[in-house]
């Protein structure tokens, strides 16, 4: 047992040093959250927030169609979980998820971006309000809620926007 804790303490430190230059890259923690909003800012040109914990959005589109808008971007691991709806006004919510989680619980589920998703905030609540879906933490959303709104790697049947190819090119480095 004393070998297995030397061997944790040795990754944790590993991983320590990994998180101190992601932050030192970002600007911004080495939280999945905080990793999605920087990602989010440089493919989809939003101006972030001066601090990471504003109520209600994380920043604004600089340009393209939605310019001016606000966005509260969201980086999960499986989107279809449930979402974080808060409880504060924006216009937009840009979700960056990982694959669906299989069935058994894995111990490691890696950091990646296999879809995303930008949903129109008052869509979204007056479907769920239509639907009496309770709105708050690990709000339950159907799989057909988000393929609409899906802008990456395929847009979806009402997504706001159409991905450039660049900015395609740029969230297929995290898949």
Same mark, same amino acid.
């Given at each position: 047992?004393?070998?297995?804790?030397?061997?944790?303490?040795?990754?944790?430190?590993?991983?320590?040093?990994?998180?101190?230059?992601?932050? *030192? @890259?970002?600007?911004?923690?080495?939280?999945?959250?905080?990793?999605?909003? !920087?990602?989010?800012?440089?493919? #989809?040109?939003?101006?972030?927030?001066?601090?990471?914990?504003?109520?209600?959005?994380?920043? %604004? !589109? +600089?340009?393209?169609? @939605? $310019?001016?808008?606000? $966005?509260? $971007?969201?980086?999960?691991?499986?989107? #279809?979980?449930?979402?974080?709806?808060?409880?504060?006004?924006?216009?937009?919510?840009?979700?960056?998820?990982?694959?669906?989680?299989?069935?058994?619980?894995?111990?490691?589920?890696?950091?990646?971006?296999?879809?995303?998703?930008? &949903?129109?905030?008052? +869509? &979204? &609540?007056? %479907?769920?309000?239509?639907?009496? $879906?309770?709105?708050?933490?690990?709000?339950?959303?159907? +799989?057909?809620?988000?393929?609409?709104?899906?802008? !990456?790697?395929?847009?979806?049947?009402?997504?706001?926007?159409? @991905? %450039?190819?660049?900015?395609? *090119?740029?969230?297929?480095? !995290?898949?």
């Amino acid at each position: 047992m004393t070998e297995t804790l030397r061997q944790l303490a040795a990754l944790l430190r590993d991983r320590d040093e990994l998180d101190a230059r992601i932050a *030192a @890259l970002t600007g911004r923690s080495a939280q999945p959250g905080d990793i999605g909003e !920087f990602i989010a800012a440089q493919v #989809f040109d939003i101006e972030l927030a001066d601090t990471a914990n504003q109520a209600g959005y994380d920043g %604004t !589109f +600089r340009s393209g169609p @939605l $310019v001016g808008r606000t $966005v509260n $971007v969201k980086a999960y691991g499986d989107a #279809f979980a449930g979402l974080d709806i808060s409880p504060h006004p924006c216009d937009h919510y840009l979700i960056l998820s990982g694959p669906a989680r299989p069935p058994g619980g894995l111990r490691h589920h890696r950091w990646r971006i296999s879809a995303a998703y930008l &949903l129109d905030t008052r +869509r &979204l &609540l007056a %479907t769920l309000a239509a639907r009496g $879906v309770k709105v708050g933490i690990a709000t339950s959303v159907r +799989r057909a809620d988000l393929e609409v709104a899906q802008v !990456f790697p395929t847009p979806g049947a009402h997504a706001p926007i159409r @991905l %450039t190819p660049e900015q395609t *090119a740029l969230l297929s480095l !995290f898949t």
